[in-house]
Structures are given as C-alpha cells and as structure tokens.
C-alpha cells in the first residue's frame, strides 16, 4: 500500500525555520511527483512545491518561493521540505501527497495519496 508519512512541524517564531520530512512506502519516490501542500482554516488547500516524475525538475508557488526547498532522499524514500523565513501566513496544516499521473503539477486534484499533515504554526 502506498503511505506518506509527514513530520516535523511545529511551533516556530517569525523569520525561523523548519525541515518537514514525508516518509514514503509501497512506492518509490523518484516513480511519482510528490508534492507539498497546506491547508489554513477556511481557506481552500495550497500546492506550494513538487518534484515532477516526468521531468525531474522542481515547482514552487510564487508565495514560497525563494524561501521554501524541496529535495529528496532516495536512500531514505523521503522528500523534505526546507522552509525559512516563515511568516503568521505560513500557518497551516501541510501535506505531502503522490501520483504517478499528475500533469499539473500543484494541483491537489491531480494527487490520490496524501498523508495526515502536520501542523505549522508561525507566531507573531
């Protein structure tokens, strides 16, 4: 069975940073695009980064990017997410999520597994 594990999240202050890990099993990780996404209360669910299976090549949202970096292990079957220079905004629950068959590449609709998420919480 395909499973993504999210860790990491938590409480930081404003300008901090956090390394978020999504563990994958049942699949490998350089076989689908997988994704970071959040979620903020009343507000619709966010791509803010991949890496695309078919191109190899690495997408961010304009609101993350320069601050946010995505990378993998494929030792490890695991994709992180490096973010810095948080903000209150970035509060959210964040998940990773896989395809094998996304052909736009932060579009949540295009993802069929997702993990549980991980609270990110950015004080002010």
């Known amino acids: 069975d395909v499973q993504l594990v999210e860790s990491g999240g938590g409480l930081v202050q404003t300008g901090g940073s956090l390394r978020l890990s999504c563990a994958a099993s049942g699949f490998g990780i350089n076989d689908y695009t997988i994704g970071w996404f959040r979620q903020a209360p009343g507000k619709e669910r966010e791509g803010l980064s991949c890496i695309f299976n078919l191109d190899g090549n690495k997408y961010y949202a304009d609101s993350v990017k320069g601050r946010f970096i995505i990378s993998s292990d494929s030792a490890k079957n695991t994709v992180y997410l490096q973010m810095s220079g948080l903000k209150p905004e970035d509060t959210a629950v964040y998940y990773c999520?896989?395809?094998?068959?996304?052909?736009?590449?932060?579009?949540?609709?295009?993802?069929?597994?997702w993990g549980q998420g991980t609270q990110v919480t950015v004080s002010s």
């Open positions: 999520a896989a395809d094998d068959g996304v052909t736009v590449p932060l579009w949540p609709e295009h993802y069929d597994y």
